[in-house]
């Protein structure tokens, strides 16, 4: 017997390979709606680049997190999750079982396994982070992240100046580097995938 009542079927690639028709043929067959987890198909002001599901496809299989959304109420992977995890328990809970499919995989992993419990952002942090990066260009934000997390810098993640701010705001707020709050995540689900 099964240790999961329900079941979530997962059909995840990147753009434009196919992923919507089959999970549209899968959820046909089986009589399930779809949810998805993109972070783009969820804004209704985007069409382009997105291989969004379009009228005919949307009118076959109900949808859920699809053009449901404003980009001026951006959507992150914690929004997700809480919205995944109702959506899903109330989905299972009437069908028994569901489609999910995206190209996503933050978002997947932040409904399947949670998010790992780093520090929010500090606004103050943040702000003067960003203007002495302005003022002071990559150099001056490796060399600073360098010295306050060794750890971080040794990574290999250090091109990447969103993230290297990210972590830079996190070691002044903490004193801890932001690999410390990493790994932690571990949801446990009543579902099989």
């Given amino acids: 017997m099964n240790q999961h009542p329900y079941r979530i079927i997962v059909i995840a690639g990147p753009t434009a390979v196919g992923k919507t028709d089959v999970a549209i043929a899968v959820a046909e ?19 382009i680049g997105v291989a969004r599901p379009q ?59 949670g998010l790992d419990a780093i520090p929010a952002a500090d606004p103050a942090i943040r702000t003067e982070i960003i203007l002495q990066y302005r003022q002071n260009g990559m150099e001056w934000l490796q060399a600073t992240l360098t010295e306050l997390d060794p750890l971080y810098a040794a990574s290999g993640e250090m091109l990447n100046p969103q993230r290297m701010m990210r972590a830079l705001e996190v070691v002044r707020a903490t004193q801890k580097s932001i690999l410390s709050f990493q790994g932690g995540a571990d949801k446990a689900q009543p579902y099989e995938a």
């Avoid at 067959?29 to 069409?47: G, K, T």
């Avoid at 001026?72 to 992977?77: C, F, L, N, Q, R």
Wanted: charge should be neutral; hydrophobic fraction near 40%.
């Fill in 55 to 113: 009228g005919r496809q949307l009118q076959q299989v109900p949808h859920y997190f699809i053009a449901d959304h404003s980009i001026h109420d951006p959507v992150s992977a914690a929004y997700f999750e809480q919205y995944a995890t109702q959506k899903v328990a109330e989905l299972t809970a009437r069908y028994g079982q569901l489609v999910m499919v995206g190209g996503t995989g933050l978002y997947w992993k932040a409904f399947w396994q």
């Fill in 29 to 47: 067959h089986l009589q399930v709606p779809i949810l998805s987890f993109d972070s783009r198909q969820c804004y209704r002001e985007l069409s």
